[in-house]
């Protein structure tokens, strides 16, 4: 019973009974009726199983603790006893309309002596499938409704079974479209990879050409530094622009072009000694090869014509 449960399973620890020497004179009366009823309670367990009730320690956590325990306990009893004496009424009813019924089945001649053994199989069956549908008697309205009831429970099923197949199917689509992307995405990864590496190699081949092209810099910002600086001392401004030095080149070639005869005047008394007396002398001497070319060119010419007459 619940209440043997109980009692034992608040015994694994050693207790005293209480006694009356102590209750202290402060101890409240409703302490006291509590200690009284644990003590009764615990006699009376140990006695059903034919023993004595152990010592333990009076305290009043056990006292509390085994009261409340005490209270549950009866409580239970009482239940268990109620449910008991309906299931014994219960009981005695259904001995009662067994007996009932076997009257009237013997008086009709259906005792089951009397019966072929197929009848009693075929009973037996009724029975076992009545109490499968769960209905209360054997009547065919009784199987009828539920026969319906389960026809209606498989419907409901089989509509389900449909259901849960066609989210099978798309969830069977979708793990092969999920496969096929997964392949393919493999795929692009493994040729990612590859680009990746070729993308390594040129991209080393670039840092490499970064680089010199970044020692070029250096030098060219070196060189253009000079060239500035050289610019800078020759007077080279921003107005100096080819526009002018082709304007400049021009009217180089202009002045050229209108010295040229003076220069070769000029080149023509380069021969003249630089005194003054010298060159008088010069002059004259001139003069007379003048005299004696313009002489000779008379004679020549005379003799020409004579010759000609």
Request: charged residues 30%; hydrophobic residues 35%; aromatic residues 4%.
């Given at each position: 019973?619940?209440?043997s449960r109980g009692?034992?399973?608040?015994?694994?620890?050693?207790?005293?009974?209480?006694?009356?020497?102590?209750?202290?004179?402060?101890?409240?009366?409703?302490?006291?009726?509590?200690?009284?009823?644990?003590?009764?309670?615990?006699?009376?367990?140990?006695?059903?199983?034919?023993?004595?009730?152990?010592?333990?320690?009076?305290?009043?956590?056990?006292?509390?603790?085994?009261?409340?325990?005490?209270?549950?306990?009866?409580?239970?009893?009482?239940?268990?006893?109620?449910?008991?004496?309906?299931?014994?009424?219960?009981?005695?009813?259904?001995?009662?309309?067994?007996?009932?019924?076997?009257?009237?089945?013997?008086?009709?001649?259906?005792?089951?002596?009397?019966?072929?053994?197929?009848?009693?199989?075929?009973?037996?069956?009724?029975?076992?499938?009545?109490?499968?549908?769960?209905?209360?008697?054997?009547?065919?309205?009784?199987?009828?409704?539920?026969?319906?009831?389960?026809?209606?429970?498989?419907?409901?099923?089989?509509?389900?079974?449909?259901?849960?197949?066609?989210?099978?199917?798309?969830?069977?689509?979708?793990?092969?479209?999920?496969?096929?992307?997964?392949?393919?995405?493999?795929?692009?990864?493994?040729?990612?990879?590859?680009?990746?590496?070729?993308?390594?190699?040129?991209?080393?081949?670039?840092?490499?050409?970064?680089?010199?092209?970044?020692?070029?810099?250096?030098?060219?910002?070196?060189?253009?530094?000079?060239?500035?600086?050289?610019?800078?001392?020759?007077?080279?401004?921003?107005?100096?622009?080819?526009?002018?030095?082709?304007?400049?080149?021009?009217?180089?070639?202009?002045?050229?072009?209108?010295?040229?005869?003076?220069?070769?005047?000029?080149?023509?008394?380069?021969?003249?000694?630089?005194?003054?007396?010298?060159?008088?002398?010069a002059i004259e001497?001139?003069?007379?090869?003048?005299?004696?070319?313009?002489?000779?060119?008379?004679?020549?010419?005379?003799?020409?014509?004579?010759?000609?007459?």
């Amino acid at each position: 019973m619940e209440t043997s449960r109980g009692g034992n399973e608040m015994l694994s620890s050693p207790i005293n009974p209480l006694s009356s020497s102590d209750l202290s004179p402060s101890t409240p009366p409703s302490y006291a009726a509590q200690a009284a009823e644990v003590r009764a309670w615990l006699a009376a367990q140990f006695e059903t199983m034919g023993k004595d009730a152990p010592d333990f320690e009076y305290t009043p956590q056990n006292v509390a603790h085994l009261h409340a325990v005490v209270v549950a306990s009866k409580a239970r009893t009482r239940a268990s006893e109620i449910v008991s004496a309906d299931y014994r009424r219960k009981a005695s009813e259904y001995r009662s309309e067994t007996a009932r019924i076997r009257e009237i089945l013997e008086s009709a001649g259906l005792s089951t002596e009397s019966l072929s053994q197929s009848a009693v199989s075929s009973g037996q069956v009724l029975a076992s499938v009545a109490n499968l549908l769960n209905i209360r008697d054997t009547e065919m309205s009784s199987f009828m409704v539920a026969m319906g009831d389960l026809m209606l429970r498989k419907t409901d099923a089989e509509e389900k079974r449909s259901g849960v197949q066609k989210e099978s199917k798309i969830l069977l689509e979708n793990t092969r479209k999920a496969i096929s992307k997964l392949a393919s995405l493999k795929k692009v990864l493994a040729d990612v990879e590859n680009e990746n590496c070729t993308c390594e190699e040129e991209t080393e081949h670039w840092k490499t050409k970064l680089a010199m092209m970044d020692s070029k810099e250096q030098e060219y910002l070196q060189k253009l530094s000079q060239y500035q600086m050289q610019l800078n001392h020759v007077g080279y401004t921003p107005d100096i622009n080819h526009g002018m030095l082709t304007k400049l080149a021009e009217h180089k070639k202009d002045l050229e072009r209108k010295t040229k005869p003076i220069l070769e005047t000029l080149r023509s008394y380069q021969d003249l000694p630089p005194d003054k007396t010298l060159a008088a002398l010069a002059i004259e001497d001139k003069k007379r090869q003048y005299a004696a070319a313009e002489k000779y060119l008379e004679e020549v010419l005379h003799s020409a014509l004579t010759t000609t007459e």
